[in-house]
């Protein structure tokens, strides 16, 4: 256990839809980051914030996705519009200590 | 270019025996970071060794370790005494910069590992 809290685990919903994802990070003021998994594939990198900043987004995040970290503390990432092309596993990770980046468990998308 | 290369889709290995899964990256920063990571069928994400570019030893965490071959550009992961629950994907990946003043986490493909008895 990373103590990296992700929620929900699993979600299925119906393309167009609106979804939400939380993530409860152990560490309120390090660096926060959020990844996307397609089957067979590597984390890519969506965006990451320092407390409450948002720092970088990767141009994988297209307009209809939007991350907040309020108060530094957890974060939410949001999917308008779902397409079945979002189908994935969100990750998100936290920084303890200098270097390790610990995941969560990840919120796995399926867009019917 | 990719900045993180892992050439073996899928590796198999007897239990007890050691395995090598080979990474190669790229970068043209003089100070960066190399990660494993273990991920099994549940799907999370498990951190398993670390090693800076400026660490000159070779980094171990009890049967993993890394073999860093900082001219060849390559940080293989080492797994001695495989088990049947080391079957999982294995993820290597890159920081470019110092810590968490660094970039986020680049990884590569993955190498699928195939423990038997």
């Known amino acids: 256990d990373t103590g990296v809290s992700q929620d929900p685990r699993h979600k299925i919903t119906k393309r167009g839809q609106n979804v939400t994802f939380r993530c409860d990070p152990i560490?309120?003021?390090?660096?926060l980051y959020w990844y996307r998994q397609t089957l067979g594939q590597g984390p890519e990198f969506l965006t990451y914030?320092?407390?409450?900043?948002?720092?970088?987004k990767s141009r994988l995040l297209s307009d209809r996705f939007s991350a907040e970290r309020p108060k530094g503390s957890f974060s939410t990432l949001e999917i308008q519009r779902t397409e079945q092309g979002d189908s994935a596993m969100y990750l998100c990770?936290?920084?303890?200590?200098?270097?390790?980046?610990?995941f969560g468990e990840g919120s796995r998308l399926t867009v019917l | 270019a990719q900045k993180i290369t892992q050439t073996q889709p899928g590796m198999f290995v007897q239990e007890k025996e050691a395995v090598t899964l080979d990474c190669t990256y790229d970068?043209?920063?003089?100070?960066?970071?190399l990660f494993w990571y273990k991920q099994p069928s549940s799907g999370e994400m498990i951190f398993l060794i670390y090693?800076?570019?400026?660490?000159?030893q070779n980094a171990t965490e009890g049967r993993y370790s890394l073999n860093f071959q900082k001219a060849r550009k390559s940080a293989n992961l080492v797994i001695s005494a495989s088990q049947l629950g080391d079957s999982a994907m294995y993820f290597c990946?890159?920081?470019?910069?110092?810590?968490?003043?660094?970039?986020?986490?680049?990884f590569g493909k993955g190498t699928t590992l195939s423990v038997s008895s």
């Open positions: 990770a936290n920084h303890q200590g200098a270097e390790e980046l610990f």
């Open positions: 560490s309120e003021h390090n660096r």
């Open positions: 914030f320092q407390n409450e900043a948002q720092l970088e």
């Open positions: 970068t043209s920063d003089q100070s960066y970071g």
């Open positions: 090693q800076g570019s400026y660490d000159e």
């Open positions: 990946a890159m920081r470019e910069g110092a810590g968490q003043a660094g970039t986020a986490l680049i």
